[in-house]
């Protein structure tokens, strides 16, 4: 069972960036996908991007234009660049692992612990 772990996370003016990390703890041909998602309290979890093994990404709507993933096979790792940040992107972020790009969580079946995202001034 792949394992993933994601950090970056922190507090950060409106305007800022951050850059999340999701390193896996092995290579893996089951999955062709991997996923951000976040969640906020009190709401439902959120797709906001995806970067499949062929790299063709995905954004959601609201990120567009500030935020890019990426990813380094050699560290299995997937990167989340956060620029010009809002308050309205405060959330845990959580990185997936699926088979189907999507941006449905239900389509993920490994995930990791998340990592904390605070945007305020």
């Known amino acids: 069972q792949v394992r993933l772990v994601e950090s970056g996370g922190g507090l950060v003016q409106p305007g800022g960036s951050l850059r999340l990390s999701c390193v896996a703890s092995e290579f893996s041909m089951d999955y062709y996908v991997t996923a951000w998602f976040r969640q906020a309290p009190g709401k439902e979890r959120e797709g906001v991007s995806y970067?499949?093994?062929?790299?063709?990404?995905y954004y959601r709507d609201s990120v567009k234009g500030r935020f890019m993933i990426s990813r380094d096979y050699a560290e299995y790792t997937v990167y989340l660049q956060m620029d010009r940040l809002k308050p309205e992107d405060s959330a845990t972020y959580y990185c997936?692992?699926?088979?189907?790009?999507?941006?449905?969580?239900?389509?993920?079946?490994?995930w990791g612990q998340g990592t904390r995202v605070i945007v305020s001034s």
């Open positions: 970067i499949t093994s062929d790299d063709l990404t």
């Open positions: 997936a692992m699926g088979r189907q790009p999507s941006l449905l969580a239900r389509h993920y079946d490994t």
